[in-house]
């Protein structure tokens, strides 16, 4: 479930790169750069919730920043493990509900401050808003929490590690106080977005 320049860049790097997307403009655009770059690879239109493989097909299999698009994340998941080869890996990038990002940008500003809680509820907010929000948003986007992605994760795979990446406090600091923000050290920016995430 890779972007075109994702998809491009595993393909450049020696994988056998199967690729699926649910938007025809993503599909072509993949297949065109592909074309263009003297990629192998397959590229198809296909949904997430209904892979059309057989079981047990793939290595690896990766999706970067797609999932939390799906109001069936669940069927999802399931399916991937369903065409994961049993000793198979697979990486997956889902946006964290837990984030300054999340809670300072859709629930603090648009949410309570803006008064759009009144009118647009949770997921609402978050599809407005978490992404493209300047564009109104993705028709869903709903972000997990560590413990939801784990509980969904764990019944198929032996062993699950989940990390926080972004820099969404860089985004925060720059709207509130731009000048601190500028200033302020990397290692105190990381220590207050671990502080404020998790409360140590």
Same mark, same amino acid.
């Given at each position: 479930?890779?972007?075109?320049?994702?998809?491009?860049?595993?393909?450049?790097?020696?994988?056998?790169?199967?690729?699926?997307?649910?938007?025809?403009?993503?599909?072509?655009?993949?297949?065109?750069?592909? *074309? #263009?770059?003297?990629?192998?690879?397959? %590229?198809?239109?296909?949904?997430?919730? $209904?892979? +059309? /493989?057989?079981k047990?097909h793939?290595?690896?299999?990766?999706?970067?920043?797609?999932?939390h698009h799906s109001? *069936? #994340?669940?069927?999802?998941?399931?399916? %991937?493990?369903?065409?994961?080869?049993? $000793?198979? +890996? /697979?990486?997956?990038?889902?946006?964290?509900?837990n984030?300054?990002?999340?809670?300072?940008?859709?629930?603090?500003?648009?949410?309570?401050?803006?008064?759009?809680?009144?009118?647009?509820s949770?997921?609402?907010?978050?599809?407005?808003?978490t992404?493209?929000?300047?564009e109104?948003?993705?028709p869903?986007?709903?972000?997990?929490?560590?413990?939801?992605?784990?509980?969904?994760?764990?019944?198929?795979?032996?062993?699950?590690?989940?990390?926080?990446?972004?820099?969404d406090?860089?985004?925060?600091?720059?709207?509130?106080?731009?000048?601190?923000?500028?200033?302020?050290?990397?290692l105190?920016k990381?220590?207050l977005?671990?502080?404020?995430?998790?409360?140590?």
């Amino acid at each position: 479930f890779p972007s075109h320049d994702m998809a491009s860049l595993w393909a450049q790097n020696g994988s056998d790169v199967t690729a699926i997307d649910l938007n025809e403009t993503s599909v072509r655009l993949t297949k065109k750069r592909f *074309k #263009l770059k003297k990629l192998k690879g397959s %590229i198809k239109k296909m949904s997430s919730h $209904n892979l +059309k /493989f057989k079981k047990e097909h793939f290595d690896y299999i990766f999706s970067w920043g797609v999932l939390h698009h799906s109001p *069936k #994340l669940d069927l999802s998941i399931e399916e %991937i493990f369903r065409v994961l080869k049993k $000793n198979g +890996k /697979f990486g997956l990038m889902l946006y964290n509900r837990n984030s300054i990002l999340f809670w300072y940008f859709v629930i603090f500003l648009e949410g309570f401050l803006h008064h759009e809680k009144k009118y647009l509820s949770s997921l609402e907010l978050a599809s407005r808003y978490t992404d493209g929000g300047r564009e109104n948003g993705n028709p869903y986007t709903w972000p997990v929490t560590k413990k939801e992605i784990e509980r969904l994760l764990l019944p198929y795979a032996k062993q699950v590690s989940v990390r926080t990446l972004g820099t969404d406090l860089d985004s925060v600091l720059k709207f509130v106080c731009p000048y601190f923000g500028s200033i302020m050290p990397i290692l105190f920016k990381k220590t207050l977005a671990r502080l404020i995430v998790t409360g140590k």
